[in-house]
Every structure is written in C-alpha cells, then in structure tokens.
C-alpha cells in the first residue's frame, strides 16, 4: 500500500480545493422552474410543441441601490430578448393580446445586498458592556435582506435543507450578494376571465426565476443570457432550484431614446407665390 507523505497530503488538498472552487466558480445561472400538475402542452407530429399564444405584462423593477436612471434595463429591452428565446418553444407572441392564451407577467432587476453584509462590527475590550447593539442590528438586517433575495431568485428552500449541505451554502451564498434576476409568471387569460368576481388570480399555469452573479457580467449580457436560459425551461417542472452552466453569452438590445425632427415637405409641391 502506498504511503503519502505530507507535501502529497498537502498538494492533493490544494488540487481538491482548487477543483471545489473552480466548481463553485462555474456554477453561474440559478434556475427555478415550477408547472401545475395539470398543465400539459400537446406535442405535434414533428415532436414540437402545439403552439400557445401569450402577450406580456410589465411586473415590477427592481433597481441596483445606486443605480442611475439612465443605466436601468428597460421593460421593452427584457421583453424583446425573452421573446425570441420563448419562439423555439412555440410560445408565439400574440398580435391582439385580446386572443392570447396566457399573460406573461415578468419581474426583473438585481438583488441588493448592503455594504456590511460581509464584515461585522467587532466587540470592543475597551467598552464593559461586550454587548454591540450596532452589530446585531447589522446582522438581523442582512439575514432579513437575504431572505428576501432567497425568495426573489427562487432560492427560499434553501433553510429546508441541512445546514452543512453544499448545496445550502451554495444557495445562502447567492442569496447574500447581488444577482442579475428574470422572474416570468405565466397566467391563463380564460381562467382570469372566469374566475368569479372579487375572487383572487388564479394560480399560475408556471413560475420561472433566473439569476446570475452580478459582477460578472455587464447588464446586457447578463439579461440577455438570462433571456437564453427562460427559452430553455420556460413551462418546465423542476424538482428543486438548480444551478446550470451557460457557456453561450448573450445580449440584450438596448433602446435609446426616441426623437423626433420636423416634417419635410415634399419637394414636388410648387411653392405658392
């Protein structure tokens, strides 16, 4: 039996650890997909699926903290890039959303974390109260903040989980720091017209929540990635949130603003004397 000596020992830690961060590294895009037991999409004879019709609806943005208005990713910019990724799973945008199927209802923007969520307030030996209130309130407020960012990437079944599991750390990791997001909801249009009046929406047909790390990527790229993958599960049912690697990057078309110049005359039209 061989015998390994302690710089083996030591080289093989360094290569295990640098093979566990590259790992955690390339785990880029967060995946959350969710259908109704009974939604089911019909599947032609070329193996494609039926087609489906649906028009969008503008969710809520969420911005960076800092965020200036001209660098926000504008409604018109997400749609348009989910758009061509949902046609190659035969959802087809609707021309008259009045005869649509379904209302995609989307949510996007970047999760906030704060300054101090990494470093926290030290006890002073100088003071005789070890007590920080300061500390505690920065503590509470960032694993507040994180719950909430769990629940905006699809990540809240991470505290179900064993506490020492990798892939609970994976999760509280990416709750903690900000992530690029794309939340879409599809909702029937039939059942929202007949749900008795005064009664809530109707549970949706499917929920799909995407994210990725914020530094990685600039907005552009990150949304337009994002706008890849919805292409990919969009409808599907996963067990459990889920992180996939995406090595194809894409962009999104940024929209500048319109303007307008004057009306010009024909030049066929004599001019009147």
């Given amino acids: 039996m061989k015998v390994f000596s302690s710089k083996e020992h030591l080289f093989l830690f360094y290569l295990i650890l640098l093979f566990t961060n590259f790992q955690l590294s390339a785990v880029?895009?967060?995946?959350?997909?969710?259908?109704?037991?009974?939604?089911?999409?019909?599947?032609?004879s070329d193996g494609e699926y039926v087609e489906e019709s649906y028009t969008f609806c503008k969710?809520?943005?969420?911005?960076?903290?800092?965020?200036?208005p001209e660098d926000a990713i504008r409604f018109e910019e997400v749609a348009f890039a989910l758009k061509e990724e949902l046609t190659k799973k035969n959802y087809v945008n609707a021309d008259d959303p009045m005869e649509a199927d379904c209302i995609f209802v989307v949510h996007w923007g970047q999760t906030n974390s704060r300054a101090e969520d990494d470093s926290y307030t030290e006890f002073s030996d100088d003071s005789d109260d070890s007590?920080?209130?300061?500390?505690v309130l920065d503590e509470?407020?960032?694993e507040s903040k994180s719950k909430e960012n769990a629940k905006i990437i699809g990540a809240a079944g991470l505290y179900e989980m064993h506490v020492y599991s990798l892939k609970r750390q994976q999760l509280e990791e990416a709750s903690r720091h900000d992530r690029y997001f794309v939340n879409v909801v599809a909702l029937s249009i039939d059942e929202i017209r007949k749900r008795p009046e005064g009664a809530k929406m109707p549970i949706p047909l499917w929920t799909l929540q995407l994210?990725?790390?914020?530094?990685?990527?600039?907005?552009e790229e990150a949304f337009g990635?994002?706008?890849k993958t919805a292409g990919l599960y969009s409808g599907e049912n996963l067990v459990n949130a889920d992180?996939?690697?995406?090595?194809e990057k894409r962009g999104i078309v940024r929209i500048g603003k319109l303007e307008f110049i004057e009306t010009i005359e024909d030049s066929n039209i004599e001019s009147k004397e």
């Fill in 131 to 135: 007590f920080d209130l300061l500390s």
């Fill in 59 to 68: 969710g809520k943005y969420y911005p960076y903290e800092y965020e200036k």
């Fill in 28 to 44: 880029e895009i967060l995946v959350k997909a969710t259908a109704r037991d009974n939604y089911f999409r019909p599947i032609k």
């Fill in 243 to 247: 992180f996939i690697r995406e090595k």
């Fill in 211 to 219: 994210s990725l790390p914020a530094g990685r990527a600039e907005p």
């Fill in 140 to 142: 509470y407020e960032a």
């Fill in 225 to 227: 990635t994002l706008a």
